[in-house]
């Protein structure tokens, strides 16, 4: 199994890197967006560091199109792909590359993207009407700390277990 990790602030990522390697995770790819908000590239060097410690595969995305091509190279039944919903730079739903991609490829095939976020209930009740209830509950966000938890035993026991049937 492989998991690819989509977001634009990495570094709230790294508890839910060492659950997933706990999970046994064979392989774990970060894609780190650059969002024009959100990038700050003076942290490039500490992810980078952190990403070698936990044995996790970094590629920096810095457009769209980038994106795009990252994700169709990685798009397979055995991947799973967590997106953070708040990518780019834009507050409208219908015009995030995330949720433009996520909504081609579920038109075509089994859609493999669960979102997570920490903008609120209205916009996971809208994830789970538009994507079939593919979004990670959050347990815990503490933006101060960078801590963000996700719900593991929903990860390990819905999507990993299931997938491996």
């Not at 199994?1 to 990495?10: L, N, Q, S």
């Not at 650059?34 to 996790?56: A, M, N, V």
């Amino acid at each position: 199994m492989r998991i690819i990790i989509v977001d634009d602030r990495p570094y709230f990522m790294w508890e839910t890197i060492k659950e997933l390697k706990r999970m046994e995770v064979d392989t774990i790819v970060l894609l780190y967006f650059h969002g024009g908000f959100t990038y700050r590239p003076e942290k490039d060097s500490e992810i980078e560091q952190k990403c070698k410690e936990l044995d996790t595969q970094l590629f920096h995305i810095k457009s769209n199109l980038d994106l795009r091509q990252k994700l169709n190279e990685y798009y397979e039944k055995d991947t799973l792909i967590f997106a953070d919903y708040n990518l780019g730079d834009t507050d409208e739903f219908e015009d995030r590359v995330n949720i433009i991609y996520a909504k081609e490829k579920m038109q075509k095939e089994e859609l493999n993207i669960w979102f997570y976020t920490t903008l609120g209930e209205k916009i996971v009740e809208r994830l789970n009407r538009t994507f079939d209830r593919h979004t990670i509950p959050l347990v815990e966000y503490i933006p101060q700390e960078y801590i963000l938890k996700l719900d593991y035993d929903y990860i390990r026991d819905g999507l990993l277990d299931r997938n491996k049937r």
